[in-house]
Structures are given as structure tokens and as C-alpha cells.
């Protein structure tokens, strides 16, 4: 059986604030420890404090980066694909995921936020991080209202949630 697969989303390297980037550390810990694979893009901020969470506690971590060159990856990736497409590989990254954990975030977080809503992907939000996590908790992106993006208040809560509607016991 195939290994479930969460994406961490949120604040990059340079508006990532040191609040969210412990929640997102304790996020990929959790991840790890519920024996899921780590899917981040694979740069700084909270794609970095998950992957090194995640790596830490014994996990797999896969970054899936924007550039051409597997050397941007943050150094705690186990696997990186560098797609060479710029920003377009959120797609990628909503489309690989079994559920997606939200840590703050901006623009970026955004389009996979809604590029997973698309495909009725499950969806979670740390409250309180900040953000488009902040702006998008316990809403629908729009009024098909095929997705509830729930919410929830501590790092562990949110990846029981998401493997949970994802399908993988807790």
C-alpha cells in the first residue's frame, strides 16, 4: 500500500515569522511520526522548518522546487524534483498530495491551496499562524462549497485531521 502523502504550505524564507516557522517544524514531526511521507516545495520558511521536522523525527521528506537546479533545495530534503517551471509547480506539488497542512502563507500558498480545493483534496489551516491559513480557516474558497478548509489550534491536531481525510488512521 502506498504511503500517504501530506504537503506542508505556507510562509517562504523571507515573511516567515519564528511563530510559524515552530509550528511548521512541529507539523513535520508529526507527519513523520504518523509514518507519511513530507511533501514541501522544497525552499526556506515553513517549506524548511517541515522538512526538518519531518527529517529529524525519522521521516521522508520530498521537496518539489521551482528552479531547474536541485541545489536550491533546503538541506533537508531526501528527494528533490526540480521542475524548472517556476512557481507553476504549485500544481504539482496540490496534485501529489493525499492532504495539505496550511501554516500561514501568501500568494504562493494561496494558488495550492486553491489548486487542491480544485480536486477536492483535503485541506487544514493552523489558526493563529498568519496569513492566508488565517484568511482561509473554516471557509470554502468559493460557493460550490465542495471543500471545507478546516481549522485547527496546534501542530499535532492538524495532521490528524488531514491523514484522517485522507484515509490513514490516526
Do not use: W
Amino acid at each position: 500500500m502506498r504511503r500517504k502523502q501530506v504537503l506542508v504550505v505556507g510562509f517562504g524564507r523571507d515573511h516567515c515569522p519564528d511563530d510559524a516557522y515552530k509550528v511548521a517544524y512541529r507539523v513535520g514531526v508529526e507527519v513523520a511520526r504518523r509514518g507519511a511521507l513530507l511533501l514541501t516545495g522544497g525552499l526556506g520558511g515553513v517549506m524548511e522548518a517541515a522538512s526538518r521536522g519531518a527529517k529529524e523525527a525519522g521521516g521522508f521528506v520530498i521537496g518539489i522546487i521551482p528552479q531547474d537546479s536541485k541545489s536550491h533545495a533546503n538541506e533537508f530534503c531526501d528527494a528533490v524534483v526540480a521542475t524548472g517551471i517556476g512557481f507553476a509547480r504549485d500544481f504539482i506539488t496540490a496534485n501529489s498530495a493525499d492532504a495539505i497542512v496550511v501554516v500561514g502563507g501568501g500568494a504562493g500558498t494561496l494558488i495550492e491551496v486553491a489548486a487542491a480545493y480544485q480536486k477536492n483534496i483535503p485541506i487544514v489551516a493552523v489558526r493563529k499562524t498568519g496569513g492566508i491559513a488565517d484568511q482561509i480557516v473554516d471557509t470554502y474558497i468559493d460557493d460550490r462549497k465542495s471543500i471545507l478548509i478546516t481549522g485547527k489550534d496546534t501542530a499535532e491536531k492538524p495532521v490528524d485531521r488531514a491523514l484522517a481525510k485522507a484515509g490513514l488512521p490516526r
